[in-house]
């Protein structure tokens, strides 16, 4: 049982450049989020979703899309990085429902470097 | 706008001791989360309490509720050298939301 997949694991960009993080879980999940992490500030939402069609801002969305076309997949787009963007970048995912304690899953995250 | 927020930031502390992370949070909410993140890794879950008065325990750590007080603690005790990490607490504001708002963190650092 994979859990939640992110690829790749590390990326260095150039200012400017664009790319794409991949999520993909296989628990069958409503909900899904994307943060980032950087030292001293904890985790940050960035975007996150509540079914497949659907997306939301989080605390941090300036500078990110997201999109989720399929259940199982949430996508982070950068469409012109910034060293500022320069973080550790986590998915992680939840289940909905009664009788779910609603408990993240994460995966392993993206270390991305913008020079 | 929910703010979480963690102390100590820093925790350094001789093996055999006690100590307690606080961790508290601006509005209303009934679900807190508490993680461990080892350095490089990825977070894992480590307590879920889902109600005021909610208390679980696993091995040396023990997490807390108190929703009228907008505080949960995580209690260690006896620490030994496997708990040096970095512990997480995350809040979702309220029924109907799916934003899970984390605090800094608190870097546990245990001193054989």
């Known amino acids: 049982n994979a859990g939640v997949t992110q690829t790749p694991k590390f990326r260095v960009l150039k200012t400017g450049q664009s790319m794409t993080l991949l999520c993909a879980q296989d628990?069958?999940?409503?909900?899904m989020y994307w943060y980032r992490q950087d030292p001293g500030m904890g985790l940050r939402l960035i975007h996150y979703s509540v079914g497949e069609g659907t997306t939301a801002k989080g605390e941090v969305p300036d500078g990110y899309n997201v999109s989720r076309l399929k259940k199982q997949n949430f996508l982070l787009g950068l469409e012109s990085a910034a060293p500022s963007q320069t973080s550790v970048y986590f998915c992680?995912?939840?289940?909905?429902?009664?009788?779910?304690?609603?408990?993240?899953?994460f995966g392993e995250g993206s270390r991305l470097t913008v020079l | 706008e929910l703010k979480v927020e963690q102390n100590p930031l820093f925790l350094s502390m001789q093996e055999g001791k006690n100590y307690t992370i606080y961790c508290n949070y601006s509005?209303?909410?009934?679900?807190l989360y508490w993680y461990r993140q080892d350095p490089g890794k990825s977070l894992e879950s480590l307590f879920v309490l889902l109600s005021n008065g909610a208390v679980k325990q696993e091995g040396r750590l023990m997490a807390s509720l108190d929703t009228k007080a907008r505080l949960s603690t995580l209690h260690i005790t006896a620490a030994v050298h496997d708990l040096s990490a970095t512990y997480f607490c995350?809040?979702?504001?309220?029924?109907?939301?799916?934003?899970?708002?984390f605090g800094t963190g608190t870097r546990l650092k245990v001193l054989a």
């Open positions: 509005t209303t909410s009934d679900r």
């Open positions: 992680a995912s939840s289940s909905a429902g009664d009788g779910n304690t609603g408990e993240l899953f």
């Open positions: 628990m069958n999940h409503e909900y």
């Open positions: 995350a809040v979702v504001p309220g029924p109907g939301t799916y934003k899970y708002i």
